[in-house]
Structure formats: C-alpha cells, structure tokens
C-alpha cells in the first residue's frame, strides 16, 4: 500500500514526538535512550503533498522503521513512539 | 626503533615547534595524558594528509529517488540520515547540499555532544570533509563524486550559466 503524507502530518508527527523547530525547515531532538533525530520539513503549507521518496527518509531519521510505522503512528495517537 | 612513541604533554610541549615541523613532511606525533586514563590518545598530523585520509576513505553515496508522478526528486544520503528535495535534481542536489553544510556546522560546533549519541557518532569524517568548503558548489561536487546522473547535471548547470 502506498503511503501518502503532507506536511502537516510530518509536523504532527514531528511534534508528538518532542522534536523542536529550530530554524525554518530544521526540527530535531532526542529520545529517551538518548539518540538524537534531526529532519527537514520544507514549509510548502500544511496541505503540501510529500514525495514519497522525502517521507521515506523523514521517516528513518525519526526513527521509523519505514513508512507503514510511520503511518500507523500518525493514525494511533494513543501510541507513543 | 618505534614509530609511534608516545609523549607526554609535557615532552610534547617543549618539542611543540618540532612536532609542527615533523607534522608537516609527514610524521606523526601521538601524546598521551599519562596523568589521565579517562583521555584517549591525541595523535598531530598533517592537514593534508588527514583530509587526503578523509577523501579517500568516506566517499558519498548519495541515493535518487524520483517521485513516480514526476512531481520532483529526493536525493538522500543515508549514512548522514539527511536528505534534500526540490522539483528538480538540480534544485534536489542544491537542497541537499544546504542541508548537509548547515548539519556540519551544528556537527563541528558542538562535537563533543554528537560524539557520545550513538546513531549520530560516526558521522564526524563525512561532515569534516563538507565543513572545509564554504562554497555550495564545491559542496555539491563532493556529494556528487561518486554519482554520474548528479555530475551529469551540475554539469549541464554550470553549461547554462
């Protein structure tokens, strides 16, 4: 099944997570065992459509197992990372 | 006789105007805090012959991806967990160049930090090659020097003006 986001779903992911916005594009942070995420989120507006190869790689450098976990993550608002 | 003999910090301070030149045609001094066993080894080396090191052994390998709708192009490179988009592959390449220039500044000025987080501590080599170059250019040649497709269209790029 293809996986399709937008930005603003990036940004809710981005967010539930604890990642901070540093700069326009830039959010990071880290997680409890201590590694440090770091990913790029251009600013097209929340309903900008992501190319499937860019949410590939936003999703491992969340720390994502791929895009499916990434998915059921956005869906589940329950779960935590 | 030994190559690397290891001097203490204040051997190596006395000899320092030696080791500087020694350095520079190519040996290599280590010191060694012998007061500290929590502090590594400290090796001084050439400039040139560190980047020569660095410039051979970690190579780019930056992945295309292009969007099956052909609405743009994802350049990632996956040992950095960066990547760079944009419509084109030219503007994709040029993104992620930015990227990568702006995370090797973040890297190199706070080492000591991403030195000790494990998904992100052997990133150091990669980012010391991008942090030499302040032009986006250059930049983008290294990313690109082990990819045809990206040399390929810098290529066409510079052609253009």
Not at chain 1, 41 to 65: E, S, V
Not at chain 2, 34 to 62: C, H, M, Q, Y
Request: aromatic share 10%; proline share 3%.
């Amino acid at each position: 099944m293809p996986y399709r986001f937008t930005t603003g779903d990036l940004k809710t992911i981005a967010k539930r997570l604890g990642l901070q916005k540093i700069n326009a594009n830039k959010w990071n942070g880290a997680d409890i065992k201590g590694n440090f995420w770091q990913t790029y989120i251009h600013n097209h507006g929340d309903g900008a459509q992501i190319l499937p190869g860019t949410a590939k790689q936003q999703a491992k450098q969340m720390g994502f197992k791929d895009m499916e976990d990434m998915y059921d993550f956005l869906i589940n608002s329950k779960r935590k990372r | 006789m030994t190559f690397f003999e290891e001097k203490s910090i204040s051997k190596a301070k006395q000899d320092f105007p030696n080791i500087v030149r020694e350095a520079a045609n190519g040996f290599e001094s280590i010191t060694t805090n012998f007061k500290s066993s929590n502090s590594g080894n400290v090796s001084i080396i050439s400039t040139d012959i560190f980047e020569e090191i660095l410039d051979r052994a970690f190579k780019f390998n930056p992945v295309v991806e292009k969007d099956p709708d052909g609405n743009g192009y994802t350049i990632s490179i996956e040992e950095l967990l960066i990547h760079g988009d944009a419509p084109t592959l030219f503007d994709a390449l040029k993104d992620l160049a930015e990227n990568l220039m702006d995370y090797a500044q973040d890297y190199l000025t706070r080492i000591d930090f991403f030195r000790q987080i494990e998904n992100r501590k052997e990133h150091y080599p990669y980012l010391r090659r991008i942090v030499k170059h302040k032009d986006i250019n250059q930049v983008m040649e290294v990313i690109a020097e082990c990819h045809t497709d990206l040399q390929q269209v810098i290529l066409k790029q510079s052609q253009k003006g």
